[in-house]
């Protein structure tokens, strides 16, 4: 079976076979391969069955299903990051005529547009895309199944419509447009929407027999964006990377980490799976891990990364069903971040600091609560609560001087310096949080300066 693992411990290695072969054999699966990727490229690859007579190897084309979803993502967020539209656009602004309202672009990437599940017709992904060769013809008469916004709604359909919104102000098909803006610069050079030898058949496995059926292999057409590309356990395994660290060449830092914060309110308050940005998100444990999952008739797939963990982890299976493919993905890299945990690099300091920033270090009170303050590269700003709060924040500078909130409460919000006539800073607002150098500094604007006799001792009965 082909397997590499440079780095990876004898027994960790075995480990990861066994989850292979064992999962590979119980759920009868013509063939499955995985791989683990740590520090940027793979550190396994194995695969278990056969595709034209042998183990399948990383260059074997798999179709990826709705893994294209967050292609997909990548070419509307480079739009937005372009200035050519905004994600609380609705969508008929640049696509007029698509019937869904006011359902914004960034509901679509979410999935809280409210739009139906799947397109009208029979089962889209085993009929042939010429069944709905207009976008028009991806949407029920009354597409909208919930009030857009109000809660998340998986839906084929909305995905859909955002590659014929790529395609709309690119002025190219979207995959035209992936392969230049993504592909190519992430040398994904097996990855695209038809395949190409070697790639393994999709295939429907009997439930009560050891006998399969073939799946037919459809061009989705307008449907293509919700699941139509192929690629390889190699090609993914670079995608997994890009998702750890990131390329700018594809996308800037903080949208890539805009893809996997929560953008959907979950239906109980401690949620164990959730949605970004055209990026799933899955709670094991302590463990976030964030990718897609991918099922088209004869193909399962998956990508996940955990970026406390510095793991990405990939499948690929030409199986209809059998295998929970998430699950079992995710298995694997808990198996290697559990037996090898993270070793992290050596604490080096800053290249260079604004000493302005410098000063603004150290701890700030919102009223009576303490936070501290850091600078960070490239003129980033780190809040966090001394308590272990959950309020705080990383925050990118901005081009008027401000910061502005990355993640959590704070997500979006804008840090200002507030200065007295000298020129001092007397106090930081975040999203109208007063932060001062004194626990409810008399001194300060609200929540400073209420009291005139400010603190006092004694027991509050006696205050």
Excluded at 205 to 216: R, T
Aim: charged content about 20%; overall charge negative.
């Amino acid at each position: 079976m082909p397997s590499t693992s440079p780095d990876l411990l004898p027994e960790t290695t075995r480990a990861l076979r066994h989850r292979l072969a064992t999962t590979q054999v119980s759920a009868r699966a013509p063939s499955l391969v995985a791989a683990v990727v740590r520090d940027g490229r793979p550190v396994w690859l194995e695969g278990w069955g056969s595709v034209d007579g042998s183990p399948p190897g990383g260059d074997v084309q798999y179709r990826i299903g709705s893994i294209t979803k967050t292609f997909v993502t990548l070419l509307v967020l480079r739009l937005r990051d372009e200035g050519r539209l905004t994600l609380a656009d609705p969508l008929d602004r640049h696509l007029p005529g698509t019937a869904v309202g006011e359902a914004t672009i960034g509901s679509l990437l979410s999935h809280t547009a409210g739009l139906a599940a799947e397109p009208p017709g029979p089962w889209w992904e085993r009929s042939p895309g010429s069944l709905r060769p207009e976008v028009a013809d991806v949407l029920l008469d009354d597409p909208l199944v919930h009030p857009p916004g109000r809660r998340f709604h998986y839906s084929n359909p909305g995905f859909a419509l955002l590659g014929a919104l790529v395609a709309q102000l690119r002025g190219k098909p979207w995959t035209e447009v992936l392969a230049a803006e993504v592909l190519a610069p992430l040398g994904m050079t097996r990855t695209g929407p038809h395949p190409a030898a070697p790639h393994a058949e999709g295939w429907a496995v009997h439930p009560w027999a050891d006998v399969l059926l073939p799946e037919p292999i459809q061009d989705y057409g307008a449907m293509g964006p919700a699941g139509e590309l192929w690629s390889t356990a190699d090609d993914l395994a670079r995608f997994a990377a890009f998702l750890l660290a990131g390329d700018e060449r594809v996308l800037r830092a903080d949208s890539l980490a805009e893809m996997r914060a929560p953008a959907s309110a979950p239906e109980v308050s401690s949620w164990q799976s959730n949605y970004g940005l055209g990026t799933q998100l899955l709670r094991r444990g302590d463990r976030l891990l964030a990718g897609h999952t991918g099922s088209v008739p004869g193909f399962l797939a998956t990508v996940w990364v955990s970026h406390d963990d510095g793991l990405g982890v990939v499948a690929l299976a030409n199986t209809t069903a059998g295998i929970p493919i998430g699950g079992f993905t995710a298995d694997l890299l808990e198996l290697v971040a559990d037996r090898e945990p993270r070793i992290p690099a050596p604490w080096q300091p800053l290249p260079q600091v604004d000493r302005a920033l410098l000063d603004l270090a150290g701890p700030w009170y919102w009223g009576p609560a303490a936070y501290g303050l850091r600078p960070l590269a490239d003129g980033w700003l780190e809040l966090g609560s001394l308590a272990g709060g959950d309020r705080g924040t990383r925050l990118r500078p901005a081009a008027d001087g401000t910061w502005v909130g990355q993640s959590g409460y704070f997500a979006g919000e804008s840090l200002r310096l507030r200065r007295d006539e000298s020129g001092a800073v007397t106090h930081l607002d975040l999203g109208t949080f007063v932060f001062t150098r004194r626990p409810y500094d008399p001194a300060a604007v609200i929540p400073g300066g209420v009291d005139e006799p400010g603190w006092r001792a004694g027991s509050p009965a006696s205050a």
